[in-house]
């Protein structure tokens, strides 16, 4: 009988092949491999999701992966924070992989489930755990884009020369606290008009400071461009010159600012021209987007590199450096060219949150001065998260910390109490005072505390401030303010009069949040 069929057809290993081929399968060193996973269902790949912004930027997320069996290593970038995979489960049908990174001294971390349909990457993450799932579908894109940028060398240290700014603490508006994203040309020329409307600018008011937000991508020669929402940004320079005002912007050292948007790593000195071309008068830099690439103690270096740059520009730039009051910055702050450092985190429009922050400055009092000032975050008078007594708490203490006054509301729509607040002359007085010599407490019994400032003329800046729920009797004794005798004038800087004084102390009854504000002549 002649053989017929397969046998007949194919020699026998070709027949295990394809027998092997048929059943999904084969055995390699007693391991059952999926040959359908082994092909066309790898997680293997540079996968991307582009989320256009209306302001015409985009947010990335890049999902660099490795499946190796049921192992998924890799990274995951979501624009600004850039993760590696420390732990994955599942395979192509159904995987979840957490990815973290170092943020300063803690760590943050991201999840994402998703699966591969066709040859796209389903994925979707969620915020908090009882959040909706946010959902979407990443493409192939070819190995290395969305990569962190390589490290570059930091200068040596050196000092920066003083540029002569900023002699007493900064004065303005900046966009941040009330605008967020929704900062715009439009907003920012509404704003410049208020200031000047309202009396601010002729009280001293000056700066009007763009947030995070407006920046667009680079050119083909690297130069920073603005975004749709500020289509020109010279033009509005000049707008706000043209009121009498000053313009400042925003960046950071590292590739991406907080928000996302381009940050200046690797084009510090052309970004420092173009602010100075576009007519840029203050520039804050905020750290964010440089930990991925530099550690918390190379900040001074990276912060230098910024400092050198503007000065290098000719143009006068008041420098703001912002990264949180880490590594002692006060100490170093100066010798990087900076005229003003964050102390602290960011401030929120609560009680809670502003108290904190105000009188938590009393150990940084002795790194103030002339030109460089401590700067417990931007003001949020008028934004509606506090009570207007606790506003008047909030603008007496930065008077007294020789902070620098940066109101964060609307200013095209304010209350009288919140105009009342913001424009007190008497207290702008004492912030602005010429001698630079930031306030102290002097002395605190339970929920009340006495802080006082030495001012130019020898005067006393007395704030009496009652943390507490209820109203409180607080006595102040003259002693305690090095004032020996009579004291010659005490002037209530709120109510704008001055009050009767004979003894050795002087008692005041402060509201629940409160404080009382004098202006003592000795
Ligand atoms: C950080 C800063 C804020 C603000 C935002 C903008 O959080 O501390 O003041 O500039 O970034 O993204």
Redo the contacts with the bound molecule.
């Keep these: 009988m002649k053989n017929s069929g397969l046998f007949n057809r194919y020699p026998t290993w070709a027949i295990v092949v394809i027998l092997m081929i048929c059943f999904g399968g084969y055995t390699l060193s007693g391991q059952t491999v999926s040959t359908a996973a082994a092909t066309s269902a790898d997680l293997t790949g540079n996968w991307a999701v582009k989320v256009p912004r209306s302001d015409g930027t985009n947010t990335w997320a890049y999902f660099n992966l490795k499946q190796n069996g049921d192992k998924i290593t890799g990274s995951i970038r979501v624009t600004q924070f850039y993760y590696t995979i420390k732990e994955s489960a599942g395979g192509p049908e159904n995987f979840t992989i957490i990815g973290t990174m170092r943020d300063g001294k803690s760590d943050r971390t991201v999840k994402y489930e998703g699966k591969l349909v066709g040859d796209e990457l389903h994925v979707s993450t969620r915020r908090r755990p009882t959040d909706n799932p946010t959902e979407s579908v990443a493409k192939r894109v070819p190995e290395g884009e969305g990569a962190m940028p390589a490290r570059l060398p930091l200068p040596a240290l050196h000092k920066v020369a003083y540029n002569g700014l900023a002699k007493t603490p900064p004065m303005g508006w900046n966009s941040?606290n009330k605008f967020k994203s929704q900062v715009s040309d439009k907003v920012v020329r509404e704003i410049a008009d208020a200031m000047v409307i309202s009396g601010m600018r002729d009280a001293g008011y000056q700066y009007i400071n763009i947030?995070?937000?407006w920046e667009g991508e680079r050119d083909a020669q690297g130069n920073i461009t603005s975004n749709k929402k500020f289509p020109d940004m010279k033009a509005l320079a000049d707008y706000v010159h043209s009121k009498g005002l000053k313009l400042g912007i925003?960046s950071s050292p590292g590739p991406n600012?907080?928000?996302g948007y381009e940050g200046s790593y690797g084009h510090e000195e052309q970004d420092a021209r173009t602010f100075a071309a576009w007519g840029i008068d203050y520039l804050?830099y905020?750290w964010?987007g440089a930990r991925n690439i530099y550690t918390d103690e190379e900040m001074p270096a990276v912060y230098q590199k910024m400092g050198d740059a503007l000065l290098k520009t000719g143009r006068p730039i008041v420098y703001s450096l912002?990264q949180?009051g880490r590594q002692d910055v006060w100490k170093w702050g100066p010798d990087v060219g900076g005229n003003l450092w964050?102390t602290t985190?960011?401030i929120s429009d609560r009680w809670d949150s502003m108290t904190r922050i105000g009188f938590g400055q009393n150990d940084l009092a002795q790194h103030a001065r002339v030109g460089h000032w401590n700067d417990p975050?931007?003001l949020e008078v008028g934004n509606g998260g506090m009570t207007d007594t606790e506003y008047k708490t909030h603008m007496s203490l930065w008077a007294i910390l020789a902070a620098p006054l940066l109101a964060g509301n609307d200013l095209r729509d304010m209350t009288p109490a919140t105009k009342e607040i913001l424009l007190n002359r008497e207290v702008i007085a004492v912030n602005q005072d010429k001698a630079g010599i930031q306030g102290k407490r002097v002395s605190q019994t339970g929920d009340q505390e006495v802080w006082v400032r030495e001012l130019a003329n020898g005067d006393r800046a007395v704030g009496v401030f009652n943390r507490g729920a209820a109203p409180a009797d607080v006595a102040i004794k003259w002693t305690d303010l090095g004032i020996k005798g009579k004291v010659k004038q005490v002037r209530d800087v709120w109510d704008k009069k001055d009050v009767k004084v004979d003894g050795p102390d002087y008692k005041v009854t402060v509201p629940s949040h409160g404080v009382v504000f004098l202006r003592v002549k000795k």
């Design positions: 941040w947030d995070d937000t925003y600012t907080c928000a804050k905020d964010c912002c949180y964050r985190g960011d975050d931007m």
